[in-house]
């Protein structure tokens, strides 16, 4: 269920500037565009935005999670209203494919019967959340299917480390870009501190074998960690973390 909420967002100066953008590169003739948005900046109000404007008939969302995709949708019904709008999920479980705005996830879109079970034109604009995805041949299969008159590809990371080219994907229409630097500078990030610190090295060996798991519950490693959060101190009543493991 949809929030109540007696207002109804208005776009932040990321944003206005993008769908003008935007606006500008449709209206040229153009059918691709990418937003290149540092995370936390708003994005998806962004295409909420861009999509009030454009108003196309059928419109489609695609993201990579089905909670990603339920957050979109209330996203979209905020700035776009319900009355004559209608708005579906496709994926977990939920099969909403005649919507007039349909948010998607990539895993049940990209499966051979649900593809082709749409026509090609079906959809006027296509949005596609963490584009730097886009690479991957699930998403090649969708794209290949679809003839929107726009495709319209977000990202926080378009720069890809194994040579796939996402501004070609799109022919280098950048509707607007805003990096994280910026996005501080203009206020929309609250601004924050950060702190690299080095591994600690035992015997005069450093801890860095990643083959080993064992190695980072070693005791001189979890002693530098607490010996550091103390030193450059932290926010709220207790230290919180978040661990990124290279494979999984």
């Not at 489609?60 to 996203?75: C, G, N, T, Y």
């Not at 870009?177 to 600690?200: M, Q, S």
Request: glycine share 6%; with cysteine; charged share 25%.
């Amino acid at each position: 269920p949809l929030p109540a909420s007696s207002l109804r967002p208005e776009p932040n100066s990321m944003q206005r500037t993008f769908v003008e953008n935007l606006l500008k590169i449709v209206n040229s003739g153009e059918r691709r565009a990418l937003l290149i948005s540092a995370t936390g900046t708003g994005k998806t109000y962004a295409a909420a935005f861009a999509v009030r404007e454009l108003k196309p008939g059928r419109m489609l969302f695609v993201v990579h999670r089905e909670q990603i995709a339920r957050q979109a949708m209330e996203s979209f019904m905020r700035v776009l209203g319900t009355a004559d709008r209608s708005y579906g999920l496709l994926g977990g479980g939920s099969n909403e494919r005649n919507a007039d705005c349909v948010f998607a996830t990539m895993q049940t879109l990209s499966r051979e019967h649900v593809l082709k079970s749409f026509d090609p034109s079906t959809f006027d604009v296509i949005i596609i959340d963490e584009v730097h995805r886009a690479a991957a041949q699930s998403y090649c299969k969708i794209m290949a299917h679809f003839m929107p008159k726009l495709w319209f590809g977000m990202t926080a990371s378009p720069d890809r480390t194994d040579g796939a080219d996402i501004y070609a994907l799109f022919d280098h229409n950048i509707a607007y870009e805003i990096r994280l630097k910026t996005a501080l500078e203009e206020d929309l990030l609250c601004p924050f501190h950060y702190f690299g610190v080095r591994d600690v090295t035992v015997g005069g060996v450093l801890l860095d074998d990643v083959s080993d798991f064992r190695l980072l519950m070693a005791s001189e490693r979890v002693d530098n960690i607490i010996d550091r959060a103390q030193y450059f101190g932290w926010s709220g009543p207790r230290v919180k973390g978040l661990v990124f493991c290279s494979r999984n």
